[in-house]
T-cell receptor
C-alpha cells in the first residue's frame, strides 16, 4: 500500500497570487498524478508528474498555470499560478504502485483551495 | 474514450436500509471498473474493482458485478451503516494503454441512525 500526505490541507488565497501544494508518499511509486475536484464535480486529471522531467498535461491544462515538479520517486509539487476564483477546488495528489495485475492507485486527502 | 455515468445524489438513507448506486460504462473492449469512496475529510480509497466481464468485486459488505450485457457496474450493500456516509465514485480506465482513471461525478450518501 501507499500513504499519501499533502500540505497544506486547505488555504484561502487572494486572486493573482500562487500556491504550491506538496505531496509526499511513504514509499516509492511508479507514477504520480494531480487531480482537480471542483465543487460538486468529479475528479479531473490535471497532469502526470514525471520524475526528473517535465510533467505530461491533459487537455485544457498548461504548464504555465500549473507547474509541477517531481524531483524523486516519492515527492511532487503542484503550483497553482496567478489564481482566480475559478481555481477554487480540491486538488488531489495520487500515486500508482505495483506492476501487472497488482497495480493500485492511491489518493491523498486533498488540498482545499479557496480563492477570493 | 471510455467513460462512466453514475447516478447523482445526494441520497439519504436510514441505517440498515438497502443501497444501490447505479453506474453504467461506455468503453471500447472491457476495461477494468472501480468503485472509490471518499469519507469526510479524507482522500479517495479504492472500495472494490472488477477487471473483466462477470467479475464480482466485494469489500466491507459492498458488492458490484461487471455486467457486459447491460454495460453496468452497480454498487450494492444490503444494510448500510452510519459509517458508510461518504461520496462514492464509479471509475474506469481510459483507452490507449495509458491506464488513467476516469471518474463519474460521484454520489454523496448520508446514512442516519
Amino acid at each position: 500500500s501507499a500513504v499519501i500526505s499533502q500540505k497544506p490541507s486547505r488555504d484561502i488565497c487572494q486572486r493573482g497570487t500562487s500556491l504550491t501544494i506538496q505531496c509526499q508518499v511513504d514509499s516509492q511509486v511508479t507514477m504520480m498524478f494531480w487531480y482537480r475536484q471542483q465543487p460538486g464535480q468529479s475528479l479531473t486529471l490535471i497532469a502526470t508528474a514525471n520524475q526528473g522531467s517535465e510533467a505530461t498535461y491533459e487537455s485544457g491544462f498548461v504548464i504555465d498555470k500549473f507547474p509541477i515538479s517531481r524531483p524523486n520517486l516519492t515527492f511532487s509539487t503542484l503550483t497553482v499560478s496567478n489564481m482566480s476564483p475559478e481555481d477554487s477546488s480540491i486538488y488531489l495528489c495520487s500515486a500508482k504502485k505495483g506492476t501487472g495485475g497488482r497495480v493500485e492507485q492511491y489518493f491523498g486527502p486533498g488540498t482545499r483551495l479557496t480563492v477570493t | 474514450g471510455n467513460s462512466v455515468t453514475q447516478m447523482e445524489g445526494p441520497v439519504t438513507l436510514s441505517e440498515e436500509a438497502f443501497l444501490t448506486i447505479n453506474c453504467t460504462y461506455t468503453a471500447t473492449g472491457y476495461p477494468s471498473l472501480f468503485w472509490y469512496v471518499q469519507y469526510p475529510g479524507e482522500g479517495l480509497q479504492l472500495l472494490l474493482k472488477a477487471t473483466k466481464a462477470d467479475d464480482k468485486g466485494s469489500n466491507k459488505g459492498f458488492e458490484a458485478t461487471y455486467r457486459k450485457e447491460t454495460t453496468s457496474f452497480h454498487l450494492e450493500k444490503g444494510s448500510v451503516q452510519v459509517s458508510d456516509s461518504a461520496v462514492y465514485f464509479c471509475a474506469t480506465i481510459t483507452q490507449g494503454g495509458s491506464e488513467k482513471l476516469v471518474f463519474g461525478k460521484g454520489m454523496k450518501l448520508t446514512v442516519n441512525p
